[in-house]
């Protein structure tokens, strides 16, 4: 909440030096009265700004991908190195989930030709399973210390889910027919809350649930670009790219639990550099005047996060230690398809 609080005081700060920048009148230059009438009769420059519309709103439903996980091993059937693989990071398959978006526009903010936007969108429907493995020689999951059983046969499955969040505040301003600038606040949210090992021994005997989670709070700055590089009719195609440095405040919390025997557990903390990057090609139809179809195909990557997979091998829940490994990197891609309206 208080990096919230922060964030929103700049954002009002900001708003409040171009309000007056915008509207500043020297009252003890006699002139100053004469050059607001004058600019008000003979116009300051941005009357092609003013007769655009007033604000644009787009919302829709987002359908994207992202990468499988980087290759680690995560369980063996031995507590030294080379024993053989029972389950590797790579083989969470996570296809697609669904997801929406929504983007509003006010357009020349205190009669400037500064376009103030808030835009949003959200993911959650990431859920991949590994293929579940029978070990006669038993099982041991990789941590800095390994925790396994290998006197017993052991059956291993498992499973993984991640969410993306992105919020973004950002000042446009168009500086040509078909090129608007921007410069902006993000917080982006990656949180993996679900990579779950469950370790049966015996089968029957003891089930044990290793439960990894890591999470990622991203604040930045971005810059971008949102370009028309087609019209014809009522068809309008663009492209758009935004790129930005971030503090990460991520973390990762492992939790193993035995219907026969004590409980582990480790959590960590740090904060990183990281880079998130956004391209997309979109494309507008115009139905009305006032209504249009939009769709897009986009790209989003992140790169400097802790990933659930990568926090096995540098947690040690026997001794209640960990470090956090926030070297992971995820991209994501897919469409989004929905109406925007102008008025």
Same mark, same amino acid.
Request: proline letters at 3%; a negative charge.
């Given at each position: ?20 920048? @915008?509207?500043? /009148? ?5 002139? *100053? ?6 600019? !008000? ?7 092609? +700004? ?5 604000? !644009? ?9 992202? !990468?499988?996980?980087?290759? *680690?091993?995560? /369980? ?7 024993? @053989? ?46 293929? $579940? ?9 990789? +941590? ?12 291993? %499955? %498992?499973? #993984? ?9 950002? #000042? ?22 679900? #990579? ?8 029957? #005997?003891?089930?044990? !649930?290793?439960?990894?989670? %890591? ?76 209504? $249009? *179809? ?27 230690? %960990?470090? /956090? ?6 991209? +994501? ?7 925007? +309206?102008?008025?």
């Amino acid at each position: 909440m208080n990096k919230s609080l922060r964030i929103g005081f700049v954002l009002l700060s900001l708003g409040a030096v171009l309000h007056s920048r @915008a509207f500043a /009148v020297d009252l003890t230059d006699p002139a *100053a009265g004469d050059k607001v009438a004058q600019e !008000t009769k003979c116009g300051d420059g941005l009357e092609e +700004y003013r007769n655009g519309p007033g604000w !644009t709103f787009r919302a829709g439903g987002l359908i994207m991908t992202r !990468t499988q996980p980087d290759d *680690a091993v995560l /369980v063996t059937n031995s507590f030294s190195p080379g024993g @053989a693989e029972l389950l590797n990071a790579s083989e969470f398959d996570f296809g697609f989930a669904g997801g929406f978006e929504i983007d509003a526009i006010r357009h020349n903010v205190f009669g400037t030709s500064w376009d103030p936007e808030f835009r949003l969108f959200s993911l959650d429907g990431w859920n991949a399973q590994s293929d $579940s493995v029978s070990s006669p020689s038993g099982a041991v999951v990789q +941590y800095v210390i390994p925790i396994g059983n290998l006197q017993f046969t052991n059956n291993i %499955a %498992a499973s #993984l889910a991640s969410e993306l969040q992105s919020v973004e505040v950002n #000042l446009r301003r168009q500086t040509r027919d078909w090129l608007t600038l921007l410069a902006g606040f993000r917080y982006v949210q990656l949180n993996e809350r679900g #990579l779950a090992i469950l370790q049966d021994v015996g089968p029957g #005997l003891n089930l044990a !649930t290793h439960a990894i989670d %890591a999470d990622n709070h991203l604040w930045g700055c971005q810059l971008g670009a949102d370009a028309t590089v087609f019209e014809f009719g009522r068809l309008q195609l663009g492209a758009i790219g935004k790129a930005g440095i971030y503090s990460n405040d991520c973390g990762n919390r492992v939790a193993v639990t035995q219907t026969e025997g004590p409980g582990f557990g480790s959590n960590s903390r740090d904060d990183h550099v990281a880079f998130v990057g956004e391209l997309g090609a979109t494309g507008n139809y115009a139905i009305t005047e006032r209504w $249009s *179809a939009r769709a897009a195909y986009q790209l989003f990557w992140v790169d400097g996060v802790a990933l659930a997979s990568d926090q096995v091998a540098v947690s040690d829940p026997a001794n209640g230690s %960990a470090t /956090v490994d926030s070297s992971g990197t995820a991209f +994501y891609h897919g469409v989004f398809a929905g109406l925007e +309206y102008s008025r």
